[in-house]
């Protein structure tokens, strides 16, 4: 193979000794009487898993799809136009693409990403896509 080809050997994932992993879920249930255990469910997950999943929510599974739709609408556009919408480490907010180093290897991070935050933090950075074929 030539050395300027992709070695999609080379990209495939290593095995891993957590394939029987279980990825916790936390229910949401009377939020405002369990704040604290979901607070720790939360946290244990994030800091010992790395992931979890998030039920009893209120969310309906039609917005749900809608954001999903909304977020594949964003990420389909050329990169110059998500680029209008820059990652901003003051306000943790934006766009950024093979950006981030992994701590864990130093390597660059091959994803892109958009941060978001509530209220004044995200002002200025957003796009705002209403149809599939809007651009921005």
Known sequence: MASNQLDLKALAMAPT???DRPVPTIS????DNRIDDITAE????????GFFTVVDHGISRET???????????FNQP?????????????NAGWEKNAQIRPSTGAVDRKESYQMQFGAGMNGRSLIVHSKSARC
């Open 17 to 19: 000794k957590y394939i």
């Open 42 to 49: 939360l946290l244990d997950a994030a800091e010992n898993v």
């Open 79 to 91: 990169d110059d136009a998500k680029a209008r919408v820059p990652f901003s480490p003051q306000h």
């Open 28 to 31: 949401l249930y009377d939020f």
């Open 64 to 74: 749900v799809d809608e954001i999903f739709d909304q977020s594949a609408r964003f």
